[in-house]
């Protein structure tokens, strides 16, 4: 990785995901004096050795003589297949105050390294993995929060808060299924073009969500349009987008019927949440997900501090 400013570095965050990795070099006083990232996500490592040369590799520039650097991460780098398992906090459960971090042991002494627990619950069987880093990262902001959380990504997470404290969440396979279904099914042919058109999109929503039971005849409606040059046969991946998010959000009407829904995701994401819950009168705030993933990684090395 290349650095423009490693000078007063005092601490490191890490959010390390299955595809991706993002670095925060931190000052003193909690800000960000540069930032980076790679594609050397868990997926692409095989076992705790390669893990500590990565962000050896990584940070290398950034070491001081003899001085040890600390580095919290959360992510993947904590499940079973990376650097090292850093287990489970059941709900109901704090994350901005009650998050231990699990100490790894490193073969380069400057590195002092920690990974933040994820989140779990037994009824229905569930956990999250870097999600509860951004929960915390909310939290900083509204500690006392009630109400619910949406966290869209490959896996959609859809948390609820009670004064503060995650009491249940439940997980979509809403991103999954959309790269499964535009990679590997036959709707491959019909979903590659780019064209995008927000009124099939929302067409998309409103089938998804009224008509779940009937989810996997529409989802070949996209291919057979396609085939026959009927309608806006063009816009397959706004449709399958559309039947995907609305479906979710049918199965997670209890969750924000008359709640105020605090909406967490990367740009593109976030905003196709958003076109869909306006569309459902969802009372619905943005929040940066990256931000609050730094607030959380920020809070976790403070607790430590």
Sequence with gaps: MQWKNTQGVSWVAVDWGTSHLRIWLMSQDNQVLDHNSSGQGMASLNGAAEFEQVLFDCLQSSLVDDDTLPVVCCGMVGAKQGWQDAGYAAVPHNPLQYQTPVALPTKHRQLWVWVLPGLCQQQPADVMRGEETQIAGVLCEHKDFTGVLCLPGTHSKWALCCEGEVVSFNTFMTGELFALLAKQSVLRYSVMDEQWCDEVFHQGVSDGFNNPSQFTGALFSV???????????????????????????????????????????????????????????????????????????????????
């Design 223 to 305: 291919r057979a349009k396609d085939i026959l040059g009927s309608g806006a046969a063009q816009f397959g991946k706004a449709r399958l987008s559309g039947l995907l998010i609305g479906m979710e959000l049918a199965g997670t009407k209890p969750w924000w019927q008359g709640q105020k829904v605090m909406l967490l995701g990367d740009s593109l994401l976030q905003s196709l949440y958003k076109l869909a819950m306006d569309q459902l009168n969802i009372d619905v705030v943005l929040m940066d997900a990256t931000q609050m993933t730094l607030a959380g990684l920020t809070a976790a090395y403070e607790r430590q501090g």
